[in-house]
């Protein structure tokens, strides 16, 4: 499959694939018990936040600098281009992987619903343990 991807598509996919890398890393450190990386990267998960909300926003760069607005910006990317370019930048990360198959990926989506994940439909083949006592 070969995708022409607008800048404005790779641009959001770019931007939401930064958020799942820095989740997954988030995800590590809780697992490690590394609460100082936890801290470490819940602000990079500010600033990937951040990056993806400046995509969407328009600066009215006449406003002063305390007061600039941000308007959304009309967005006019496909959708479906956008998941299949997310499904390759977050490859890498766990989080990404999960929510976010490849096509070639044996836990890919399969059907009429490009839009459908993994989390969709069953997945987990264990029940998470109770917190009740």
Do not use: C, K, N
């Not at 993806?52 to 990317?77: K, N």
């Not at 997310?86 to 890919?108: F, K």
């Amino acid at each position: 499959m070969s995708l022409h991807p607008s800048s404005q598509e790779d641009q959001l996919a770019e931007d939401y694939a930064s958020l799942l890398g820095t989740v997954s890393r988030i995800d590590q450190a809780v697992r490690d018990g590394a609460w100082d990386g936890v801290r470490d990267e819940l602000d990079q998960l500010i600033s990937a936040a951040e990056d993806m909300w400046a995509t969407l926003s328009e600066t009215d760069d006449d406003a002063e600098d305390g007061d600039r607005y941000q308007a959304p910006v009309t967005i006019a990317a496909d959708p479906a281009t956008v998941r299949r370019l997310i499904a390759l930048y977050a490859e890498p990360h766990s989080v990404g992987r999960l929510l976010h198959p490849a096509p070639s990926d044996g836990r890919a989506p399969a059907g009429d619903d490009p839009g459908r994940t993994l989390l969709d439909g069953e997945f987990l083949d264990e029940e998470l343990p109770s917190t009740a006592s």
